[in-house]
């Protein structure tokens, strides 16, 4: 698809989003439609959990540690699992995003390999390590997926979901919501049915408010996605859930926009302050205050954050500093703040956002939402 300057998703056009016609037909794998189904994809997620039986990996009792291993966006889940059992927990819970275990890694601990494309060796390669050492196993992932039998020949659960062996399509919930599932089979968290199904409530309420027939000034979607167009974003979360979500919405602006963002999390990211007096910041005093269309050549820093209700006193105190901070170097704020009181719910609410935002961003740009051509080059 072409802009009218001639290139390809160079120009933000807010038209586009209430321009019904270019919604559909500038998406035609469907990407806004399976953003809408993430309240189905949950509830499809938890019992397709149930069915794997996923709770089998208590009947050894608690482990030493949970490895979650994946990367990019499977990553995510793992910073996820680890929020939502929160400070609290009785073991480390563990990331890693690379192609090797920790040597420590052994028979005491559980291993979830979690990979949306399902084929990738960074996933497959210390998934099959985890077997050969004996740990307990757990994979999640499309169905038929080369994952798949190296979990399952070790004996351990496997959850399918239907996204295309090789894509990267699909939601967060797909790849969150049997890890949940097995840490709450291990004691570890409060997560029946009921919670599920509330942050599933959350995900239709944000589905009914972003609705592409819903207008952009009504529509917080449209109204986030124009908002970060033409900036750089600079994406913080005020609590470790929060900040699984800016993770996630950089990794989405990144694969579904092709967008760069920068993420961090309160307190750690306030090194990233330093940038709010660079050559990024504020606004060019000779520009013309006219000629404010976004999308526009000299992109300047956005601040989002990303606000958990559990917010950490201190963390709070930061957050209204930075606020400041920015506001009197001319870094614009937007603020999504999340609601509801189990993680789950809060995380649907700030990451249900941003996945609509991701996807009328690129829509904005005149971008398929779908094409994952580089992304496929540089892992062949």
């Given amino acids: 698809m072409t802009d009218a300057g001639g290139a390809p998703g160079t120009v933000f056009d807010p038209d586009r989003l209430d321009d019904q016609e270019h919604l559909v037909g500038g998406d035609p794998s469907g990407v806004l439609r399976a953003v809408a189904s993430s309240a189905a994809r949950v509830r499809t997620a938890y019992r397709a959990s149930a069915e ?6 208590a009947r050894f009792g608690r482990p030493r540690a949970i490895v979650v291993v994946g990367s990019g966006g499977s990553a995510v889940a793992g ?7 929160g400070y609290g927990a009785p073991l480390p ?33 210390p998934a099959a390590e985890a077997a050969r050492r004996g740990s307990s196993i757990m994979g999640v992932g499309p169905a038929r997926s080369p994952l798949e039998p190296v979990v399952t020949r070790a004996g351990g659960p496997y959850v399918p979901y239907g996204n295309e062996v090789g894509r990267q399509g699909g939601t967060l919930w797909e790849i969150i919501v049997p890890l949940v599932v097995a840490a709450s089979s291990l004691g570890l968290v409060e997560a029946r049915e009921d919670v599920f199904e509330a942050a599933a409530v959350r995900l239709e309420d944000i589905a ?3 609705r592409p027939s819903s207008e952009s000034f009504i529509n917080p979607g449209k109204t986030l ?27 989405r602006l990144n694969e579904i926009a092709r967008y760069p963002a920068v993420w961090g999390e309160l307190p750690e990211s306030r090194h990233q302050l330093a940038a709010f007096t660079g050559p990024l910041a504020g606004r060019d005093i000779f520009a013309d205050p006219f000629a404010d269309e976004p999308g526009g050549e000299g992109a300047r820093l956005r601040l989002v954050l990303l606000r958990d209700a559990e917010e950490d ?3 709070a105190r930061h957050r209204t500093a930075a606020v400041g901070l920015a506001e009197d170097r001319g870094v614009p704020v937007s603020e999504v703040v999340a609601e509801g009181v189990h993680p789950l719910e809060r995380l649907a609410t700030l ?20 094409s994952f051509s580089d992304v496929t080059e540089l892992r062949s």
């Fill in 225 to 251: 996605a124009a908002e970060l167009a033409g900036s750089i974003p600079v994406i913080w979360g005020t609590s470790p859930l929060a900040g699984a979500a800016a993770r996630w919405l950089a990794f």
């Fill in 313 to 315: 006193e201190q963390v």
């Fill in 79 to 85: 910073d996820v699992l680890d929020a939502v059992i």
């Fill in 93 to 125: 819970i563990v990331t890693v995003r690379g192609h090797r275990l920790p040597g420590w890694v052994g028979a005491a601990d559980i291993v979830m390999a979690v990979s949306r494309p399902g084929d990738g060796e960074e996933t497959f390669a």
């Fill in 351 to 370: 990451t249900g956002l941003g996945d609509y935002a991701a996807v009328y961003a690129a829509l904005g740009y005149g971008i398929d939402p779908e």
């Fill in 52 to 57: 794997a039986e996923v709770g089998s990996l």
């Fill in 208 to 210: 009914h408010r972003c």
